[in-house]
Structure formats: structure tokens, C-alpha cells
């Protein structure tokens, strides 16, 4: 079992940055790809980045550019570096990990707000 608890949301202005953090516990050898949702009010969950264990990175259209996803294995902590941040980017994010080495458990957090605006 896999515990992710997210941290690092809150107001920014637009134009502004946010780094979120991402502190996984528990059997966190079972850990395989680490990823960030996001969800606003009335709209489905959807993918912003991920990153597989061996580094791989893929981000949403919307994100390129402006987030950056990374894992500090040997914390156990997986973050996403946002510059740039538009009000369309306010939501709540999400922590997502999938079980190694296959992805038949789907692990989240509670989520931290984002709200951008001025």
C-alpha cells in the first residue's frame, strides 16, 4: 500500500509560479509511474504530467513548456514546477502513482488547491 500526500498549492497572481511536492509513503518500492491531475470545478480529472521511474516525461498540450514534472527518488517525492501559471490553471491537483511493476493499483492524494488570479 502506497500513501501520497500533496503540498505547495495556494494563490498566485497570473504570471506567478508554484511548485507542488508530492511525499509518497508506505511500500514505496512498489512505486512505478508518478503523474499530476488536475480538476476544475464542473470539469473531468485530467492528466497534466508524468513521469515513468526511469526519468520519461509527458505533459499535457495545455502544460508544455510552463511545467516541469521530477521525482527525488531517494526522498521518496515527486514535484511540479509551474512558471507561467494562467487562470486556467486554477484547480485542484492531484498526486497519482501507479504499482511496479504492473499498474493493477492506482494510488492518490486528497489534492491541493490552485487558484490563479488576480
Known amino acids: 500500500q502506497v500513501q501520497l500526500v500533496e503540498s505547495g498549492g495556494g494563490l498566485v497572481q497570473p504570471g506567478g509560479s508554484l511548485r507542488l511536492s508530492c511525499a509518497a509513503s508506505?511500500?514505496?518500492?512498489?512505486?512505478?509511474?508518478m503523474a499530476w491531475y488536475r480538476q476544475a470545478p464542473g470539469q473531468q480529472r485530467e492528466l497534466v504530467a508524468e513521469?515513468?521511474?526511469?526519468?520519461?516525461?509527458n505533459y499535457a498540450d495545455s502544460v508544455k513548456g510552463r511545467f516541469t514534472i521530477s521525482r527525488n527518488g531517494a526522498r521518496n517525492m515527486g514535484y511540479l514546477q509551474m512558471i507561467s501559471l494562467k487562470p486556467e490553471d486554477t484547480a485542484v491537483y492531484y498526486c497519482?502513482?501507479?504499482?511496479?511493476?504492473?499498474?493493477?493499483?492506482?494510488?492518490w492524494g486528497q489534492g491541493t488547491q490552485v487558484t490563479v488570479s488576480s
Open positions: 497519482n502513482a501507479r504499482s511496479y511493476p504492473n499498474d493493477r493499483d492506482i494510488y
Open positions: 508506505g511500500n514505496i518500492f512498489s512505486i512505478g509511474t
Open positions: 513521469i515513468s521511474r526511469d526519468g520519461r516525461t
